[in-house]
């Protein structure tokens, strides 16, 4: 069974940092890409970042271009990312998510990953 757990969630001020841990379990770990995802309140769940397999390929929502980097440790079975110059609007619950398919997507949708971790709270103060 596939399962996936979020870390590194908190509350910091606008123009901070975090990073965000997911640590995944049940299969190759190696073998799939991993994505993040985030829900703001009242908002529908909303793609952030996608890493291939071996972290070739990346993929970024516009809003976090520049600012956030995923990345991951196939040694330990772990994806990550680093979020830097936080803003309030980036205030959402953090899913870390992957997919049943080792092809890499060119546009990645909550409705179409397989798994999710429960989540874990990012609140950006003004």
């Known amino acids: 069974q596939v399962q996936l757990v979020e870390s590194g969630g908190g509350l910091v001020q606008a123009g901070g940092s975090l990073r965000l841990s997911c640590a995944a379990s049940?299969?190759?770990?190696?073998?799939?890409?991993m994505a993040w995802f985030r829900q703001a309140p009242g908002k529908e769940r909303e793609f952030v970042a996608a890493?291939?397999?071996?972290?070739?390929?990346?993929s970024y929502a516009d809003s976090v271009k520049d600012r956030f980097t995923i990345s991951r440790d196939n040694t330990k079975n772990t994806v990550y990312l680093q979020m830097n110059s936080l803003k309030p609007e980036d205030t959402a619950v953090y899913y870390c998510a992957s997919v049943n398919r080792v092809a890499w997507q060119g546009r990645w949708y909550a409705d179409g990953m397989d798994y999710w971790g429960k989540g874990t709270l990012v609140t950006v103060s003004s």
């Open positions: 890493m291939s397999q071996t972290g070739v390929r990346t």
């Open positions: 049940g299969r190759t770990f190696s073998s799939y890409p």
